[in-house]
């Protein structure tokens, strides 16, 4: 069976909010969907033009003939109400450089190059929560007013706490190593 193409949701979605244009949709990808969704700039405009051909979406009549702008058609409303509404499937497998290094640390001669890897990863943490703690402000400030508003803040709010949980568990993680720790607590 083949893998489900969920980027055409995505993209579906972002037709639901006030993006329009290929490079608005990017935009919004680059600026929130792309903390926990990764979509390239090569798969936008295939998407749209798939989603056309589909009956999913519409090219809306423009003045400028270089700059296409698309609407999300009823039968695409339907199409991306249907899968809103269907269970997830199967959790996300996250591909994690810092743990495929913890995981052949016992290689190292010395544990001070998994205390720098820690530390630095840890110093990346914060500044994703940062981050996230602007786009919060800004949504907060600018957008409270949209219908999507209370949804990108609970999408937001997922990737606030488990941030502040791997930022806790960085630290933990160094303190079971300088004990030794072979077996969790």
Known sequence: MPKENHTKYAILGLLTTSCRS???????????LNHFWKI???QVYPTLKT???????EVDNTNDLDKKEYSITEKGKQELTNWL??????????KNELLLKLFFSSQLESQSSTFLQLETYEKKLHERLEVYRNIQSSIET?????????Y?????????????????????T????????????
Request: overall charge negative; aromatic content about 8%.
């Open 85 to 94: 509404q269907l269970p997830v499937e199967k959790l996300s497998v996250e």
């Open 51 to 57: 989603l056309v051909q589909e009956g999913l979406a």
């Open 174 to 185: 160094q303190e079971k190593i300088k004990k030794g720790v072979k077996t969790n607590e």
């Open 142 to 150: 600018y957008s409270a007013h949209e219908q999507d508003a209370m």
């Open 152 to 172: 990108w803040l609970i999408t937001l709010d997922y990737g606030i706490k488990t941030t502040l949980a791997q930022i806790e568990w960085c630290s933990c």
């Open 22 to 32: 290929g490079y608005s949709i990017k935009k919004m990808i680059d600026t929130s």
């Open 40 to 42: 390239s700039y090569g």
